[in-house]
């Protein structure tokens, strides 16, 4: 008689194990970094967003009309192009603590809102009137005004690369199998007359070349 499958099990995790298993990875991934001379270039990437706040302020012509409504407010585009940056800087401060954290998987999400944050900062000097659109909550006219195409032309030779890097980091956000694979594992036997099959969804999923690989790609975005 052929081996009849067997029934499933329920799986437990326990988020506190999870939380422990965080502090020792960046425990290891600050060991890894600093071996493999990756930590200081990690910290001048975090430290880069902190100076460009500064040097974007100073840009700010204090009598340019076109910068300040009246009563010294920020007009609508500029404050927004502060908030993608602020958001950019977020994003990548997040991904760099997944990244330590063993969650290599969880970097591409953030990297790819940190890119769109950037694409939206760039469209806005050439359609400011979307500044307003977001100040205003119109959820529906700003989605339609900064599509992919919009905000990250691929004809734009100052965009092109970066709408790579968003497609390849929305490859990996999205529910498919590249962003899942990384992730799974299985086993499977025979005991007695039963046949056993055991799926795995890992939270942490790298090895030291993952977290290399993982590492140079973040930096290059």
């Known amino acids: 008689m052929a081996p009849r499958p067997s029934t499933m099990d329920e799986q437990k995790t326990d988020l506190r194990e999870i939380l422990a298993t965080d502090d020792y990875n960046v425990e290891v991934s600050d060991k890894i970094f600093k071996e493999h001379g990756l930590r200081q270039p990690l910290d001048e990437a975090l430290s880069l967003f902190d100076r460009v706040l500064g040097e974007f302020y100073k840009t700010f012509p204090p009598n340019d009309v076109s910068f300040w409504e009246e009563g010294g407010k920020p007009k609508s ?4 192009r502060v908030i993608m940056l602020l958001s950019a800087s977020t994003q990548f401060h997040l991904a760099a603590c997944h990244l330590m954290r063993g969650q290599a998987n969880e970097v591409w999400g953030h990297s790819r809102r940190a890119i769109e944050a950037a694409g939206i900062a760039y469209l806005s000097l050439a359609d400011p009137a979307i500044g307003q659109l977001y100040l205003e909550h119109n959820i529906r ?12 032309p691929a004809d734009n030779p100052l965009t092109q690369e970066l709408n790579r890097d968003f497609e390849h980091s929305s490859q990996r956000t999205h529910q498919n199998f ?12 025979v005991l007695g007359r039963r046949f056993t099959f055991a799926l795995h969804h890992h939270v942490y999923d790298m090895d030291l070349e993952a977290v290399l690989t993982t590492t140079v790609g973040f930096f290059k975005l």
């Open 141 to 152: 006219e700003f989605k339609a005004r900064t599509k992919t195409s919009e905000i990250l």
């Open 178 to 189: 590249i962003s899942t694979a990384s992730r799974l594992g299985h086993t499977m036997g």
């Open 77 to 80: 585009h500029i404050f927004l």
